[in-house]
T-cell receptor, first 112, second 110 residues
Framework: DTGVSQNPRHKITKRGQNVTFRCDPI?????LYWYRQTLGQGPEFLTY????????KSRLLSDRFSAERPKGSFSTLEIQRTEQGDSAMYLC??????????FGSGTQLSVL | GEDVEQSLFLSVREGDSSVINCTYT??????LYWYKQEPGAGLQLLTY?????DMKQDQRLTVLLNKKDKHLSLRIADTQTGDSAIYFC??????????FGSGTRLQVQP
């Protein structure tokens, strides 16, 4: 069973505040991805980890965004000085050995 | 980079077949996936096809791939109201990530 837990499910914050999302794989997976999805659009790739190494970052990931996966298991995504344009669903996904991606339920961020 | 195009909306009657189409640009895509997203939920992997295949059948789902035209389709037989959702086509780009289209909203009328 490939599962991933994301917390919190919803986050409301004021513009300028920092927020952090967490992704907890239920089972061990080497590859972990972060995607962002805005209303009416498909998910957009943000970044990718192979174990604890961050191997790729999208140009969507401005310097206000930082992601970590310190022990190669759970991961965090932090947004500093949030802007209204950061409002979106942030999705975590795990990659399996046979190249499938399984997504968590996401964290819905609303920046007021 | 990869571009993925899908029609935005499809409406069918319960019991009919649904066909959702997708075109993509990166001919090196090795795997092509279909995901389903219900309101407020994450993405559920429905099925996938390898680029060296033309067709894959999985219960009510049939995936057709025309690699020459870079066209992928998903057919849902005997569509049910529970199939109402947004369906995303997602080629694997080989940089260890998927590129998603904007999705096709399937509405199933009773």
């Amino acid at each position: 069973d490939t599962g991933v837990s994301q917390n919190p499910r919803h986050k409301i914050t004021k513009r300028g505040q920092n927020v952090t999302f967490r992704c907890d794989p239920i089972s061990e997976h080497n590859r972990l991805y972060w995607y962002r999805q805005t209303l009416g659009q498909g998910p957009e790739f943000l970044t990718y980890f192979q174990n604890e190494a961050q191997l790729e970052k999208s140009r969507l990931l401005s310097d206000r965004f930082s992601a970590e996966r310190p022990k190669g298991s759970f991961s965090t995504l932090e947004i500093q000085r949030t802007e209204q344009g950061d409002s979106a669903m942030y999705l975590c996904a795990l990659g399996t050995a046979d190249e499938k991606l399984f997504f968590g339920s996401g964290t819905q961020l609303s920046v007021l | 980079g990869e571009d993925v195009e899908q029609s935005l909306f499809l409406s069918v009657r319960e019991g009919d077949s649904s066909v959702i189409n997708c075109t993509y640009t990166d001919s090196s895509s090795t795997y092509l996936y279909w995901y389903k997203q219900e309101p407020g939920a994450g993405l559920q992997l429905l099925t996938y096809i390898f680029s060296n295949m033309d067709m894959k059948q999985d219960q009510r789902l049939t995936v057709l791939l025309n690699k020459k035209d870079k066209h992928l389709s998903l057919r849902i037989a005997d569509t049910q109201t529970g199939d109402s959702a947004i369906y995303f086509c997602a080629p694997y780009t080989g940089r260890r990530a998927l590129t998603f289209g904007s999705g096709t909203r399937l509405q199933v009328q009773p």
